[in-house]
């Protein structure tokens, strides 16, 4: 089955301590995203990705970085410069804008706990 | 940045048609106009997108403005189901080349039983 991946579903983590969030996908997309989302609010961009070994900071990037050295594969890391960690993290993939204009494919999320 | 507005939240009942809306005054001539919705504790998921005319899906129908400042989402008979937070955004290429994909808050849409 082709779709996008994260992993954990739930992680805990001291504060402190950089965290490595997963994130795969098996559709052959291009562009992949991070996203963070606090209760009752809406999505923010971290990072995104158009191309392998390649990406751009979001809105929110401070305190987080990636890397794209697969087209499969685009992990997180959230260090311990973030400020306020605790939060659901979404991961997606698409086909690029300019090839065609479809649709976006989220992962089920990740939810992050730092004690 | 190309925004969308929507109203923070509707209310519907079950077997009624919703109608959800989204201003986008600023958006370009070659922006999409996408939606998606997010049910609890779950990642988002497409709906349905467009870019003039009016589009239908099995999930859903989106009718665009004639000038393209305004879309609305419509539901025709909702469902319990339905029950979720739904964004429209608009799909804009950035500098570079690079796209950036940007999710406002959304409409929380609760359907009474």
């Known amino acids: 089955d082709g779709g996008i991946t994260q992993s954990p579903k739930y992680l805990f983590r001291k504060e402190g301590q950089n965290v490595t969030l997963s994130c795969e996908q098996n559709?052959?997309?291009?562009?992949m995203y991070w996203y963070r989302q606090d209760p009752g609010q809406g999505l923010r961009l971290i990072y995104y990705?158009?191309?392998?070994?390649?990406?751009q900071k979001g809105d929110i990037a401070e305190g987080y970085s990636v890397s794209r050295e697969k087209k499969e594969s685009f992990p997180l890391t959230v260090t311990s410069a973030q400020k306020n960690p605790t939060a659901f993290y979404l991961c997606?993939?698409?086909?690029?804008?300019?090839?065609?204009?479809?649709?976006?494919?989220f992962g089920q999320g990740t939810r992050l706990t730092v004690v | 940045d190309a925004k969308t507005t929507q109203p923070n939240s509707m209310e519907s009942n079950e077997e009624e048609p919703v109608h959800l809306p989204c201003n986008h005054s600023t958006i370009s001539g070659t922006d999409y106009i996408h939606w998606y919705r997010q049910l609890p504790s779950q990642g988002p998921e497409y709906v349905i997108h467009g870019l003039t005319s009016n589009v239908n899906n099995r999930m859903a129908s989106l009718a665009i403005a004639e000038d393209r400042k305004s879309s609305t989402l419509i539901l025709h008979r909702a469902t319990l189901r339905d029950a979720a937070v739904y964004y429209c955004?608009?799909?804009?290429?950035?500098?570079?080349?690079?796209?950036?994909?940007?999710f406002g808050k959304g409409t929380k849409l609760t359907v009474n039983p």
């Open positions: 559709l052959n997309h291009d562009a």
């Open positions: 990705s158009q191309i392998v070994n390649d990406f």
């Open positions: 955004i608009l799909r804009e290429p950035s500098q570079g080349g690079s796209e950036k994909l940007v």
């Open positions: 997606a993939s698409s086909l690029v804008w300019e090839k065609m204009n479809t649709e976006a494919f």
